[in-house]
């Protein structure tokens, strides 16, 4: 089984997700993450390339402590549909069958085929693509549908404190969970599912701010008591909001 590490949060729900979508180069929305083995506590590439770019940490506004940040480590089913693009053969396939029309990937298209890609820049580093590839920063896999996911675990990323005026850090350590976790069955998410329909039917929200606030803490708060969701209420409003209005 291929196993993941993806950083930035503890508990996959769904509907919280937004769907792929083309952004030039790279992709916005989906899950992202990178290749990783549970043995290795103290190496991941993506955290190792963040270790010497130390900045993404210190300005991503949604780490209240950039020291501690929350990951969850996923293990894939063993049938999930991944288009791997390791070599120049395989990106040149992927771009004659899902064009952008920019000579590029059309991610939106690939998704309906597929439940992620895979792209692995270290061996395709000298591709006539590579310009485009290195934005990718590190080896890297994109999920279009959760629900590929076996299970997943939580997982804590613990950064030794260090000096911000120095742009890199060097001591980390990964810390996963053992519990198994399961992406939920889809009326877990019925509640959720409701309300993006009924904003759905509206191109401008007929209500003024106030409502709006007190129905997103409102939504916020039965995750969090009803679903066990572990994200403060603030984020949760933050990711809902998101899903609204990115329709």
Not at 20 to 27: A, L, R, S
Not at 120 to 136: A, D, E, M, P, T
Request: with cysteine; glycine share 2%.
């Amino acid at each position: 089984m291929t196993t993941f590490l993806n950083v930035g949060t503890n508990q996959i729900i769904p509907e919280l997700f937004s769907p792929i979508q083309n952004n030039n180069v790279k992709p916005i929305g989906g899950l992202w993450a990178t290749r990783h083995n549970i043995e290795n506590i103290y190496f991941n590439e993506w955290i190792d390339y963040l270790s010497i770019n130390a900045y993404i940490l210190l300005y991503k506004r949604q780490y209240k402590n950039p020291f501690n940040i929350p990951a969850t480590f996923i293990t894939l089913k063993n049938n999930a549909k991944i288009f791997t693009v390791a070599n120049e053969i395989e990106l040149e396939f992927l771009l004659k069958d899902y064009d952008d029309g920019n000579a590029w990937i059309d991610f939106e298209a690939l998704s309906k085929d597929y439940d992620g890609i895979f792209i692995s820049i270290r061996q395709l580093h000298n591709s006539k693509f590579y310009q485009q590839l290195k934005k990718f920063a590190v080896d890297t896999l994109i999920l279009f549908n959760v629900n590929c996911i076996q299970y997943y675990q939580k997982a804590e990323i613990e950064i030794a404190p260090f000096d911000i005026y120095h742009p890199y850090f060097i001591d980390y350590e990964i810390k996963i969970n053992d519990t198994k976790e399961f992406i939920p069955d889809p009326k877990y998410n019925q509640d959720i599912s409701k309300i993006m329909q009924l904003f759905s039917n509206y191109t401008y929200l007929p209500i003024i701010d106030n409502q709006l606030s007190e129905i997103l803490n409102s939504l916020a708060n039965k995750l969090s008591i009803e679903y066990e969701y572990n994200k403060e209420n603030e984020s949760i409003q933050k990711l809902l909001t998101r899903k609204l209005f990115n329709k």
